[in-house]
């Protein structure tokens, strides 16, 4: 299906259609780009979706509820957020660019007029966004492949409504966010991603579906809220071991945990308590193994 073009769309917007509604092409987002003077910079990672197809395979797999509200980082021109107003009940959108957030509302207004009250904008750092007008259930996002892990991270501990929701991020980082214990790519993002939810690979994006189009592929990772290990540990505690276990992976943990616990000694105490072979490494644990070595440590302490 051939996307309608900015000539096509003209001024006002999008030329009514028959079946699904339109969605911004290459040249519907190349015209909008140079309307307000932006040029896609490496420094906030954007690369904007280009393709109609795309956005529709991401909304398709984010599986989202009409009576839903999705949050959206860093929606840029707005590609994105047009399939997602199609699918959800709203969407609320946090961009840290001010230019491209002054011309979001006005391109929601062109494309989906109807949908003008279910659009709400945000104009800050997702990495400090706690406090949201509406509070979403799902997070369908484009995320900068220099923040993904973190910005997943903050966003799943700040808004415990978020049940379930797709990202798309470098593919090397997709596949360590759905890596399981004892794989080569399974790390630090991994087991910390885990704390809060279910992680899987849900597929590969192309480059050519991107404006600029960037070296590498992305990829899709979907995820379900579940909940925490049973633990009388706190998350920090647990974050802690888990950082320290990695930060020297390729030794015992008995090592590695070392100065984490104040001692090898200490650190073995804690491991056997909890279960745990002190000769083993990092990578073949699951969160719960480290939520139970964090709750031993916590128990000698106190």
């Known amino acids: 299906m051939t996307e309608p073009t900015a000539s096509a769309a003209g001024a006002a917007g999008p030329p009514p259609a028959a079946g699904p509604a339109p969605l911004m092409g290459a040249s519907d987002i190349r015209r909008l780009a140079e309307e307000i003077g ?68 006005d391109t929601v207004a062109r494309w989906r007029p109807d949908a003008v009250g279910d659009f709400h904008l945000v104009l800050a750092d997702a990495m400090k966004v706690t406090e949201l007008p509406v509070q979403p259930t799902a997070l369908v996002a484009n995320l900068p492949y220099n923040v993904a892990v973190p910005v997943v991270l903050h966003l799943l501990q ?25 794989t080569k790519t399974y790390g630090v993002p991994s087991v910390k991603a885990a704390w809060y939810s279910g ?6 994006i192309g480059m050519n579906v991107f404006w600029p189009a960037p070296k590498i592929h992305s990829g899709l990772v979907a995820f379900t809220r579940r909940e925490p290990p049973a633990t009388t540990a706190s998350r920090e505690e647990v974050f802690a071991v888990i950082d320290a276990a990695f930060a020297q992976r390729r030794k015992t943990l008995r090592a590695a945990l070392a100065g984490w616990a104040g001692s090898a000694a200490e650190a073995e ?34």
Do not use: W, Y
């Open 199 to 204: 992680m899987r690979k849900a597929g590969v």
């Open 38 to 105: 932006v040029r896609p910079t490496k420094t906030l990672g954007q690369n904007f979706v280009i393709d109609g197809n795309t956005i529709r395979r991401i909304v398709a797999a984010a599986g989202i509820g009409p009576d839903e509200t999705v949050l959206e980082v860093g929606p840029g021109l707005g590609s994105l957020t047009l399939g997602l107003l199609d699918a959800a009940r709203s969407v609320v959108a946090v961009e840290i660019d001010p230019v491209l957030a002054a011309k979001l509302p």
């Open 269 to 302: 105490r804690c491991l056997r308590a909890a279960g745990v072979d002190p000769t083993a490494r990092g990578e073949v644990l699951d969160v719960a193994a480290f939520a139970r070595i964090a709750e031993a440590h916590a128990r000698s302490a106190s």
């Open 158 to 182: 700040h808004f415990p409504g978020l049940r379930h929701g797709l990202v798309m991020v470098q593919d090397e980082v997709a596949d360590r966010l759905a890596a399981g214990p004892g």
